[in-house]
């Protein structure tokens, strides 16, 4: 017999993660309270129009984001490639506006130029192929539509001592092997995606939090307006 753990269960997981991810990352703590904040860096003051016709938000796992979305708008795609989400959102009532759809980032079902603004929260930290999945936004958003990334600073000190002192504890409470999932689900480091978002947008509005200035290691969020 050799001395090798398995992999989790990751239907089990995903199961549990969805579970908790609210009252862990929403809810009344402070480390919830903080995250929800955040989606704010690419909403206020970040050079957006007053109104997108179609919104796609990609990755949109529990709609964290949509509540906190300021301009006006007729149709809001929110999609993910995961059926277990697809499932728990379908069983919610949302704006009417709303569309659930279960979608691959890779590989997007809309034709060249033909969304107005791409969300993509806590997204691009988990691809393999960070510069193809980019190229395939940019793909469907039309000329002078904009793409909205939020990333956590990850593997930053400052994300590093907040991950210890928030959802860790939370996470393995739950019996979720919150370490082990984050360090395979977190293939990209914010050192490299911040280097690859500049060379690829040049006309960008970028905000960091809490520090402001750019610096991964002193900062815990990372939220950014492309320009198309």
Not at 151 to 168: H, K
Request: charged residues 25%.
């Amino acid at each position: 017999m050799k001395n090798f753990v398995e992999k989790p269960d990751w239907s089990n997981y995903e199961e549990n993660w969805l579970a908790n991810y609210d009252a862990s990352n929403y809810g009344s703590n402070l480390s919830a309270r903080i995250l929800r904040s955040t989606h704010n860096l690419v909403e206020k003051n970040a050079g957006l129009d007053d109104h997108y016709g179609t919104i796609l938000e990609l990755g949109v796992g529990t709609m964290a984001h949509f509540g906190c979305v300021q301009h006006g708008f007729e149709r809001y795609i929110a999609s993910d490639h995961d059926p277990k989400v697809i499932d728990w959102l379908t069983r919610r009532s949302w704006d009417p506006r709303v569309e659930i759809k279960q979608l691959s980032g890779a590989r997007l079902q809309f034709e060249d130029d033909s969304i107005d603004r791409v969300i993509a929260t806590h997204v691009l930290e988990h691809i393999p192929d960070p510069v193809s999945a980019l190229e395939e936004w940019v793909r469907v958003i039309r000329p002078g539509g904009v793409l909205s990334l939020i990333l956590p600073c990850d593997p930053g000190l400052a994300w590093r001592i907040g991950r210890t002192l928030g959802p860790r504890k939370r996470g393995y409470a739950a019996g979720l092997p919150y370490d082990y999932y984050m360090s395979v689900e977190h293939v990209n480091a914010i050192y490299n995606l911040h280097q690859i978002i500049k060379f690829h947008f040049p006309e960008r509005r970028t905000k960091w939090w809490p520090m402001r200035a750019a610096i991964p290691d002193i900062n815990l969020i990372y939220g950014v307006n492309c320009f198309v």
